[in-house]
């Protein structure tokens, strides 16, 4: 016995087709409303805003850590020099 949600055999041997779904079935999907239009083209921008606002970050976290890097090098440096010196 199969079970009901499977597709069975329609009238001329093709699966589905007869209760599977009926071919003039199709969705009409209306176009966007102004409102809707206004809504992701805000929504679009502010992804745009904040992607770019997170490269910067990147970049900036990226600018800062190398800076970092050098600050404490140099510090590094000073120390020995002036344990040469004594």
Known sequence: MVSSHLPT????G???SSNW????THFVVPPPSAQQQEHGAACR???EERIHLGHTKQINGKLQS???D?????KEKEEEEEEEET
């Open 9 to 12: 055999r329609g009238s001329h």
């Open 14 to 16: 093709n699966v589905g």
């Open 21 to 24: 779904r009926t071919e003039d």
């Open 45 to 47: 921008q502010q992804l």
């Open 66 to 68: 190398q800076k970092n």
């Open 70 to 74: 050098t600050d404490q090098r140099q």
